[in-house]
């Protein structure tokens, strides 16, 4: 059977193939300290839940319209206000099956053969694919621990070619941590605007947990030129810990959103019903779970950060946003001889019981990610297991 040249251009998700990986050997009854999931390890919190029952009982199991309902996209822009200074109207809004989907309709809307993503590394897994999924065409550059994992504009400058079409931005970085400075985003948002056609999609999806202090900013609100560039995407996922309910949302100038709502009503037509009802609660009284959620992270990230550091052979910066240490294993990886960092990961799962994601499926071979949405209990046992590994 022949398939799509598409298709064959793309593989698995590898944190998704990472995570069953762990499964298998739990279905098996095997001790698995499991660092590979991107998901908050918190329940939803149980209003969100209520208004979903409730929405259910009034019978709100239908389709909708197929960009979200209008009491959803009118809280999204509330939100959008009340937290990132951003001022949108309901048709500048879609509401998606997760941040993921949301992305990729993006990619659809805007992309034609040939054109480029501009797409800094380390990247989350599903950019560079989800762009060859639309024929366009991933251009990466590479940033290091000396810059705090953030690119120059000089670096990104210099990448701009006369197809280059959109300029991804992500954070708080998955898998880094690395959260964007103000001054960063200004300079970048100049750049964008000496171009006549270069747009910039900004995944804002882990804005909730930056730490120490630190300023999250929405590229979109430094002024009105780049927000008529500017593609905004985020979700509940992390927020809420709503992972499984599936509901992002992009804001867009109109005829963006137009063109992604075209291409969502040809896929899924509407996100869940009943999700977006629930979406509604919890995007107009999020309530202290944010917050929460935030102080308990902070902890956890230095557990496990001060840990790896103490491993002869790791270091790992401390993470400035979302729930990963990003850790450098190449000095650890040399001496023990593995060919690659996806070598070291199978090594640590099978001898050490721990899973983690190799560094290469996020562009930076010789690194592993770990993610500290798990018990501070769980965090140390998995950097003792694999400090003995080792």
């Known amino acids: 059977m022949r398939l799509s040249k598409r298709v064959q251009r793309i593989k698995p998700s590898p944190t998704i ?91 659809q809307a805007v992309l034609d053969s040939g ?10 897994v599903s950019y560079p694919d989800m762009v060859l999924l639309c024929d366009g065409e991933p251009v990466i550059i590479s940033t290091t621990e000396e810059t705090g994992f953030k690119p120059t504009p000089r670096q990104i400058a210099d990448a701009i070619t006369d197809r280059t079409k959109i300029l991804l931005i992500n954070s708080p970085c998955n898998p880094t941590g690395a959260v964007w400075e103000r001054d960063l985003l200004k300079e970048i948002a100049e750049l964008v605007l000496s171009y006549d056609d270069l747009l910039v999609i900004s995944d804002e999806v882990y804005e909730c947990l930056v730490y120490n202090g630190r300023e999250h900013v929405s590229i979109a609100s430094l002024n009105e030129s780049i927000k008529e560039r500017a593609i905004t995407v985020n979700a509940l996922s992390k927020t809420f810990s709503m992972t499984g309910w599936r509901l992002g949302y992009a804001a867009a100038p109109k005829p963006i959103v137009d063109a992604m709502a075209k291409v969502q009503s040809q896929s899924t037509t509407n ?29 956890r990230r230095k557990i496990i950060v001060n840990a790896l550091n103490a491993i002869d052979g790791v270091k790992c910066r401390m993470p400035e946003g979302a729930f990963y240490a990003f850790a450098n294993f190449q000095v650890a990886m040399e001496r023990k001889g593995f060919a690659d960092d996806y070598a070291l990961c199978d090594y640590l799962l099978e001898q050490a019981h721990v899973a983690t994601v190799a560094g290469s499926a996020f562009g930076a071979l010789g690194y592993l990610r770990l993610s500290y949405a798990t018990s501070e209990d769980a965090l140390q046992e998995a950097a003792r297991r694999i400090a003995a590994a080792l």
Not at 65 to 75: C, F, I, S, V
Not at 115 to 124: E, K, S, T
Not at 271 to 294: H, R
């Open 115 to 124: 054109d480029q993503v501009i797409i800094p590394a380390p990247y989350w």
């Open 271 to 299: 996100p869940t019903s009943f999700v977006q009802a629930a979406a509604i609660k919890a995007l107009q009284e999020p309530g202290d779970f944010p917050k929460q959620m935030l102080e308990l992270y902070d902890r």
């Open 17 to 107: 193939a990472a995570a069953a990986k762990a499964r298998a050997l739990k279905a098996q009854g095997v001790d698995i300290l499991d660092l590979t999931v991107g998901e908050p390890d918190l329940d939803t919190p149980d209003f969100v839940k209520d208004a979903a029952v409730q929405a259910l009982r009034y019978g709100v199991t239908k389709y909708t319209d197929a960009r979200g309902t209008e009491p959803l996209r009118k809280a999204i822009c509330q939100k959008l206000e009340r937290d990132n200074g951003l001022h949108y109207t309901p048709d500048q809004i879609i509401a998606s099956c997760g941040a993921k989907h949301a992305l990729f309709n993006a990619f």
